[in-house]
């Protein structure tokens, strides 16, 4: 079956990068027919898609308008999975983070990392 | 993208029907086919309950059903039941800019 499994830390500085993993087993980083997606949620920002990697051919990826200047996210083929990169943050993004598969609807997420932005 | 706007609570005993709308734009709701539910129990993840405006995942019982008519999607809970209380957010998908646009959320309480 498809799971998600998510790592990083849980706490980081105000100014400094968030950088998660997800890695995926069941399915591939790869697949034609799937995106690769991260969400967060927090209680004054409710649920706010980041972004996501596809592969048709080539790789696609999209970010969301609240933080295209500051995110990256990068698919690995060699570990089947996808990372997220958060430069400058700020008490604002602290949250739970999520990633997601979609294909039938956002269909498998993992576990959640709350992260929470502090000195 | 603003999010798509749904009632904050929505409440009805068990065996009722309830509604709950999510409305949105002509750049995001009513242009694409691609509106989505998730239920979410505090301290879980969101789970999808329908994908594509109406389709149910294997295994999501048929008392959850999607439609779409113009800028409102709406997910109907019939016969509702104990477990169903839960927090629903609403997806739509839109061709530019933030592809993904999640609906505000609601609480919905089995009296």
């Known amino acids: 079956q498809i799971q998600l499994q998510q790592s990083g830390p849980g706490l980081v500085k105000p100014s400094q990068t968030l950088s998660l993993t997800c890695a995926i087993s069941g399915d591939s980083v790869s697949s034609n027919s799937a995106a690769w997606n991260w969400i967060r949620q927090s209680p004054s920002r409710g649920l706010e898609w980041l972004g996501r990697?596809?592969?048709?051919?080539?790789?696609?990826?999209d970010y969301g308008l609240s933080v295209r200047s500051r995110v990256v996210i990068n698919p690995d083929t060699s570990k089947n999975q996808v990372s997220l990169l958060l430069n400058s943050v700020t008490p604002e993004d602290t949250a739970v983070y999520y990633c997601?598969?979609?294909?039938?609807?956002?269909?498998?997420w993992g576990q959640g990392t709350l992260v929470t932005v502090s000195s | 993208q603003s999010a798509l706007t749904q009632p904050a609570s929505v409440s009805g005993s068990p065996g009722q029907s309830i509604t709950i709308s999510c409305t949105g734009t002509?750049?995001?709701?009513?242009?694409?086919?691609?509106v989505s539910w998730y239920q979410q129990h505090p301290g879980k993840a969101p789970k999808v309950i329908i994908y594509d405006v109406s389709n149910r995942p294997s295994g999501v019982s048929d008392r959850f059903s999607g439609s779409k008519s113009g800028n409102t999607a709406s997910l109907t809970i019939s016969g509702l039941q104990a477990e169903d209380e839960a927090e629903y957010f609403c997806c739509g998908y839109i061709i530019s800019g933030t592809r993904y646009v999640f609906g505000t959320g609601t609480k919905v309480t089995v009296l």
């Open positions: 997601a598969r979609v294909r039938f609807g956002f269909d498998y």
């Open positions: 002509s750049s995001d709701v009513a242009g694409y086919s691609y």
């Open positions: 990697a596809y592969y048709r051919s080539k790789w696609y990826i």
